[in-house]
């Protein structure tokens, strides 16, 4: 059976590899020391024949184990543990050998062994430092018994051994302890560091899909970070490090206000493109210095919202009225139909007309409340909206008896769009009765354009009527707001609604393309702001 030879992985980290190697350079600076000294310096004379060539030959078998652990420790042949335990019994010996052949612990030759067991400590970060340590302090003892025996060294010197290998104990045990130190702080900064990251990235996620707008400002009043948002409520990106001032004058201006504590901090800012925002501006407090947060909260969303509330309430009080109200309506219908059927004078007949007109109102406005719920029962589908489009017109024109020539239809190829047929009817019926009901029935007065604007299909219903009034276009597609006395003012309110539940928007313009009158388009495609050029398109 064949053996296949195994080889034991090594996870030491490799800042120990680098400590290892610098310890190792030391070692070898040490060597090279100790031989040059021994070179130009008479070491016979010094230490007499013996222990002069004791002194010689033990530098150079130093210098020699350096060079082997410097190789082993390029080559990483041997486990971490084992080349720190080499490098560290080599120091124990060479200079315990060194020390003795220098004339014993009056040398101070062994006092260098407190840089050994001090790296050691540092580098092991284990309880193997103090092994170390005892190995020194059992190597100098031994070395010391044998000058006392053999050479007649004196044995009141021992005190100064022990204070050496107290000494030795003391060095491995404060760089222990402070490798653990070290080596906490180091694990907790890691640990911080990757909270720090994890909290960045969840800003950053958090920034990106805020609806509101935010910008970070330093104490310099330059810009350190801008969401999508703001950029597109201010049309422009801020780009990081330049002066609010210079990218946004508007909005710094009631920045510089806030500071001097001339408003406070939520105020409402007309920006371009007929959007407000909603500001609101907090302090941060960084260190000594203060920078700010400025949230921009698009006031359309607010109003929709708080719409969608009432609207919830409205909804399900008018899906009870209007069931309860037809059952009375068409019986008040049905009698007026018997009684016309009848002889009356002209007074009464008018006073009968009167009553059907009312009653097919009542009921034009139940039948408007009770498609309120339609918009979540979508079921879009995909078709070319320039194929569709001619079918439309004749089918309209000839509904309505529109005149040849009033309705114009310019419709290119521009590619598909996703929606409930149904729905996409119903908008488009209302858009065109109410472009037919305010033009002029001249030829051209109502024209139905498609075209791509910035790669959406867009929908356009141009009338050549009187248009809307300023005052009028902020509550144009509000519930039950019209200006005609017949309205109900729930038509452009429920097409708007329509269009949202099949992923389109619906706009107002006015005045497009050089004609008076008014213009509303349908872009096909979702979209969160409404602040665009006006006059800009691609058809």
């Not at 909270?195 to 509101?212: C, H, K, P, S, T």
């Not at 910008?215 to 969401?227: A, P, W, Y």
């Not at 939520?266 to 920006?271: D, I, K, S, W």
Request: hydrophobic letters at 45%.
């Amino acid at each position: 059976m064949r053996k296949v030879n195994v080889q034991a992985v090594d996870y030491t980290p490799i800042e120990f590899w680098r400590s290892l190697n610098y310890f190792n350079l030391y070692r070898f600076a040490l060597a090279v020391f100790i031989i040059v000294l021994a070179w130009i310096s008479d070491v016979h004379s010094l230490y007499g024949e013996d222990r002069g060539g004791l002194f010689e030959i033990t530098a150079w078998l130093y210098a020699l184990s350096v060079l082997l652990s410097y190789t082993l420790l390029r080559r990483r042949w041997i486990r971490f543990s084992w080349q720190l335990a080499v490098q560290v019994c080599s120091d124990i010996a060479a200079l315990t050998v060194l020390n003795y052949a220098s004339g014993g612990v009056v040398s101070s030759v062994g006092l260098l062994l407190m840089v050994s067991m001090a790296v050691a400590g540092i580098i092991s970060r284990g309880k193997v430092t103090l092994f170390f340590a005892a190995l020194a302090s059992i190597a100098a003892l031994l070395e010391h018994a044998y000058a006392v025996l053999h050479d007649g060294a004196p044995a009141t010197e021992y005190i100064q051994v022990g204070f050496l290998c107290m000494a030795y104990f003391t060095a491995a045990g404060l760089a222990h302890k402070l490798a653990r130190y070290a080596l906490e702080n180091q694990n907790l900064a890691q640990r911080r560091g990757r909270d720090l990251i994890g909290m960045a990235e969840a800003n950053r996620l958090v920034m990106r899909d805020m609806q509101d707008g935010v910008i970070v400002l330093d104490e310099h009043d330059r810009i350190v970070q801008m969401n999508p948002s703001a950029a597109q409520m201010l049309h422009k990106t801020g780009t990081s490090g330049r002066l609010l001032s210079e990218s946004f004058p508007l909005l710094y201006e009631q920045y510089a206000l806030w500071k001097g504590n001339v408003l406070s901090g939520r105020e409402t800012l007309q920006l371009d493109g007929g959007l407000q925002a909603r500001l609101r501006f907090v302090g941060v407090e960084r260190q000594a210095s203060q920078g700010a947060v400025i949230f921009l909260e698009d006031m359309q969303h607010v109003q929709a919202e708080a719409q969608q509330i009432k609207l919830a309430a409205l909804g399900r009080l008018t899906a009870n009225l209007a069931h309860e109200v037809r059952n009375p309506l068409s019986a008040i219908s049905y009698a007026t139909e018997l009684l016309q059927e009848e002889t009356h004078d002209a007074r009464q007949e008018r006073l009968l007309h009167l009553i059907r007109e009312n009653t097919q109102r009542i009921n034009r406005i139940v039948e408007d409340v009770m498609q309120l719920n339609r918009r979540d029962r979508a079921r879009p589908e995909t078709f070319d909206l320039a194929a569709l489009l001619p079918g439309f017109a004749d089918e309209f024109a000839q509904a309505e008896r529109v005149e040849p020539g009033v309705l114009m239809l310019k419709a290119g190829q521009v590619g598909m769009v996703s929606f409930d047929r149904g729905h996409f009817r119903q908008v488009l019926w209302n858009l065109c009765r109410n472009a037919l009901y305010y033009g002029k029935h001249a030829p051209g007065s109502l024209v139905l354009q498609v075209f791509l604007d910035r790669g959406r299909v867009t929908l356009e219903v141009q009338d050549d009527g009187p248009g809307v009034l300023p005052e009028h276009r902020s509550r144009l597609f509000e519930p039950f707001f019209t200006t005609a006395e017949q309205g109900t003012g729930l038509g452009l309110y429920i097409a708007k609604e329509l269009c949202e539940a099949n992923g389109a928007w619906l706009e107002y313009h006015d005045e497009e393309h050089g004609r008076q009158g008014a213009c509303f388009r349908i872009i096909f495609g979702e979209r969160r702001f409404i602040n665009r050029p006006v006059r800009e398109h691609g058809g």
